[in-house]
């Protein structure tokens, strides 16, 4: 299946700017980097780098 179809947001505090992504039954391919945007008054970047070995 494709990578939409096993991602999946975890909202765990929002008020504490505390949020998560996951990546189920990953695969060589999904290697690269991610980002995760958050906009609100201003746009908030975070990159990963994931590498499935």
């Known amino acids: 299946s ?3 179809d096993r991602v999946a ?3 765990t505090d929002p008020g504490q700017r505390d949020a998560s992504i996951r990546l189920a039954d990953l ?3 999904d290697t ?3 980002q995760c945007r958050v906009k609100k008054n201003t746009v ?3 990159e990963v780098i994931v590498t499935v070995q």
Do not use: P
Request: no cysteine; proline share 0%; net charge negative.
């Open 27 to 29: 695969q060589e391919s």
């Open 2 to 4: 494709g990578l939409q």
């Open 32 to 34: 690269g980097t991610y």
């Open 44 to 46: 908030a970047v975070h």
């Open 9 to 11: 947001f975890v909202q």
